[in-house]
């Protein structure tokens, strides 16, 4: 298997494209997502470094996307009130499907938890990305960290039996 360095900046080759997203607790999240979110949010981003971190990520489940060197590359958060938060994938690997892949796996959890909605608040930019999702604008844009956000959510059906 070829290994990517997910912190070159280089684009993938197509053969160094495959991905895997596992579902964490934040002690074995922590050492993946902390360099993903450092180097979106707080480098790329400008978000302060106090804002980033938080009492939530303790009490969060974390999907990781790992690449076939098993690197990080993305990761999101499920807060205990189906709050959906902290979706960050590394610039060079953007719009080869790990966010949606990111995101499809918190809204299984969430559905698996019996959540009857999962929410978020969207940077402005992004809210395209979740609207593919069935995301909905609720409110108006407002500002936090800096960034423009809008909030959206998503009322969820139940998973089908298997
Ligand atoms: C937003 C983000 C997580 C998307 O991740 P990604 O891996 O590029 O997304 P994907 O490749 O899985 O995209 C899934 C679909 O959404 C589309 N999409 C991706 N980013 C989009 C955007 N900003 N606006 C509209 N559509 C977008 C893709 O084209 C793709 O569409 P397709 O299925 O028709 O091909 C990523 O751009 C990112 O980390 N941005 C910086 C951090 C950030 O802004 N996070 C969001 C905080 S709310």
């Known amino acids: 298997m070829i290994e990517t360095d997910s912190d070159s900046g280089i684009a993938p080759s197509p053969m160094q494209t495959r991905f895997n997203i596992q579902l964490m607790t934040w002690s074995d999240a922590l050492p993946l997502a902390r360099a993903v979110r450092e180097q979106v949010f707080i480098v790329e981003q400008g978000v302060p470094r106090e804002l ?85 604008p609720r409110g108006d844009e407002f500002i936090e960290a800096g960034i423009s956000h809008q909030e959206m959510s998503l009322t969820l059906t139940r998973a089908p039996e298997q």
């Open 52 to 136: 980033e971190w938080d009492d939530w990520d303790e009490r969060s489940d974390h999907a990781i996307a790992l690449d076939a060197g098993s690197k990080a590359i993305g990761t999101a958060r499920l807060l205990p009130g189906g709050r959906i938060g902290r979706m960050a994938v590394l610039a060079h690997w953007r719009r080869r499907g790990v966010g949606a892949a990111l995101l499809n796996a918190l809204l299984r959890l969430a559905r698996e938890k019996g959540m009857p909605e999962v929410l978020l608040h969207a940077q402005t930019h992004a809210a395209g990305f979740y609207r593919r999702f069935g995301f909905s």
